[in-house]
Each structure stands twice: as structure tokens, then as C-alpha cells.
């Protein structure tokens, strides 16, 4: 949703840039670790308390974090993908199902 008195500028910048950089910092966290910031985040956010550039800050704080456990979590699925032979002898792959 754009709120009518927003600046251009504003109201169509991407709410996630897929081409954002990882800061340093959260680069460096574990996926828990990583996941626990982004949830104390979600609940900060949640109580809508506190000054609306903390909540910007925070909020673009937590898409970093949620990029960064999203690319965590596409890395361990690459490494337990299944290496599987046809019965033509064809090698290929399958993915591990995670349920």
C-alpha cells in the first residue's frame, strides 16, 4: 500500500532490494542466531512502540536478517540434495525432502 502523501522517491523504492549486500555483521551470524535477532525484531515491530525511525531502522535491519537465513537455509539444502543414478546410468539430483 502507498500512502498518497508519500514523496515519489519513497513510495517506489522496493521494500527488499535483492541486490542489497549482507552487512558484515549479520554475514558473520549463525542461522540461530540470525533467526532469534530477526524475531526479537518481529516482536519489537509488533508492540508499535518506539520512534518511527527506530522501526525503519529496525525493519530494514530484519530484511538483511531474513535474506541472510534464506540464503542459510538455501545452502544447507544444497548440501543434502540426493545424488541419484537413471536406470540409463545418468547421474543427477534430487532434493531432500525436509518435512
Not at 13 to 36: G, Q, T, V, Y
Not at 69 to 87: G, N, P
Request: with cysteine.
Amino acid at each position: 500500500m502507498v500512502l498518497p502523501d508519500m514523496p515519489p522517491s519513497v513510495a517506489h523504492r522496493s521494500a527488499e532490494p535483492s541486490s542489497a549486500a549482507i552487512p558484515p555483521d549479520i554475514a558473520a551470524l549463525s542461522f540461530e542466531d540470525a533467526l532469534a535477532e530477526l524475531e526479537r525484531i518481529v516482536r519489537q515491530l509488533e508492540e508499535g512502540r518506539g520512534k518511527l525511525d527506530d522501526a525503519i531502522s529496525s525493519y530494514e535491519r530484519g530484511t538483511a536478517l531474513k535474506r541472510h537465513c534464506e540464503m542459510k537455509l538455501r545452502d544447507a539444502q544444497a548440501k543434502i540434495d540426493r545424488i541419484t543414478v537413471s536406470a540409463d546410468g545418468t547421474l543427477g539430483t534430487e532434493s531432500a525432502r525436509i518435512d
